[in-house]
């Protein structure tokens, strides 16, 4: 399987992978001829890339960071509990995360053993989600970040699960916030902006109130928009006043934003979004949080296709589990010309590096 633009899909192509609605049902399959008129919906949905199946790389793996399954059981018990906090907090006033605790504990246990297990890299291009519930999706992704960037810092395993929870609550704040403006496709106004804004305050309050939470959770609430050099929400507070977690969270958190099909706006690449926290990271997050990140996931996740700066172009086949941004990639043309397929690994031909990472 190869990654491709959608833009550049012709028509015929086979889609290697499946599209999914938020709620777990498939809208597109894999192995379906994409006629012009599929590929035109999929360019209106906003979906930036798809995988497309084809001879010379139909034996490239894909492997997800987490599986579907556990992606759906963790995504439908998110929706069962925001959505039981949602109409609680309207009907009665009163909380209920308590009785919860052991569901989540349970998925961060699950996503951490399935984490553990695997061979390659993590795979941060997660699959593509159309939704409405973005919220829940979004959790998932960064407790998977999150949880990739601690155990790069070396946290033990009581850390990890705080730092979990931490990250799949750290936006539980948004249930207590008009659907309206959280899903508005446009420009937000300074006033829906600065109400978006409270979802840190509220989830802390509300976290808080649970006795089965701790304060570092509610605090990755509450600190998750903070940034070292003050410039963050809701407080402004500076470097180490602001969580440990709390930061790794921030830090899990932009990259999934940059990296996500949106509607309003293209999605960026891992490499790309990876930049972005680079760039960022010299005023607004710690810059060993961020290289903890890049440590521990596919740079250039399988699939894509890179060119090189001697002019040969090709496919990433594999992962070199820890030289995460220096894969293995099965070259295809060279100066522009179809060649006979053959394989480097770049952890060996050190001055062989990628100049472009190209949807092409
Ligand atoms: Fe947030």
């Known amino acids: 399987?190869?990654?491709?633009?959608?833009?550049?899909?012709?028509?015929?192509?086979?889609?290697?992978?499946?599209?999914?609605?938020?709620n777990g049902t498939v809208l597109l399959h894999s192995g379906v001829a994409l006629s012009e008129r599929l590929i035109e919906r999929l360019e209106e949905r906003g979906i930036t890339y798809v995988y497309i199946q084809d001879e010379l790389t139909k034996d490239i793996e894909i492997k997800p960071a987490i599986s579907e399954r556990l992606r759906q059981e963790a995504t439908s018990s998110m929706k069962e509990i925001f959505t039981k906090i949602?109409?609680?907090k309207l009907l009665t006033k009163s909380f209920a995360l308590d009785d919860h605790g052991k569901q989540i504990t349970d998925i961060i246990t699950k996503i951490m053993d399935e984490l553990n297990d695997h061979e390659e890299t993590i795979n941060l291009l997660t699959d593509i989600y159309l939704t409405d519930n973005y919220i829940f999706q979004h959790s998932l992704n960064v407790t998977i970040y999150a949880l990739a960037i601690g155990a790069n810092l070396k946290l033990n395993a009581s850390e990890l699960t705080e730092l979990g929870k931490g990250a799949l609550l750290h936006d539980?704040?948004?249930?207590?916030?008009?659907?309206?403006?959280?899903?508005?496709?446009?420009?937000?106004?300074?006033?829906?902006?600065?109400?978006?804004?409270?979802?840190?305050t509220l989830g802390y309050e509300f976290l808080r109130k649970n006795h089965t939470i701790s304060s570092v959770i509610a605090h990755c609430a509450f600190q998750h928009h903070e940034r070292i050099d003050g410039t963050g929400y809701p407080r402004g507070i500076k470097g180490e006043d602001i969580h440990l977690y709390a930061q790794i969270i921030g830090v899990a958190d932009v990259f999934d934003a940059v990296t996500s099909t949106r509607v309003y706006r293209k999605a960026m690449l891992p490499h790309e979004g990876l930049e972005l926290l680079y760039t960022s990271a010299i005023n607004q997050f710690d810059i060993r949080i961020v290289e903890a990140f890049k440590n521990s996931v596919a740079v250039y996740p399988n699939g894509i296709t890179v060119k090189l700066n001697d002019n040969r172009l090709g496919v990433v086949l594999k992962q070199n589990k820890h030289i995460c941004d220096r894969p293995i990639i099965r070259i295809l043309k060279e100066e522009s010309n179809a060649i006979e397929p053959y394989t480097i690994d770049l952890s060996k031909e050190l001055t062989i590096t990628i100049t472009e990472c190209d949807l092409v």
């Open 1 to 22: 399987m190869r990654l491709v633009a959608t833009t550049s899909i012709k028509p015929g192509e086979i889609l290697g992978q499946s599209i999914f609605r938020d």
């Open 86 to 88: 949602r109409k609680e």
């Open 172 to 200: 539980i704040g948004k249930v207590f916030i008009d659907p309206e403006i959280l899903q508005k496709p446009d420009k937000l106004t300074n006033d829906e902006y600065e109400i978006i804004k409270t979802h840190t």
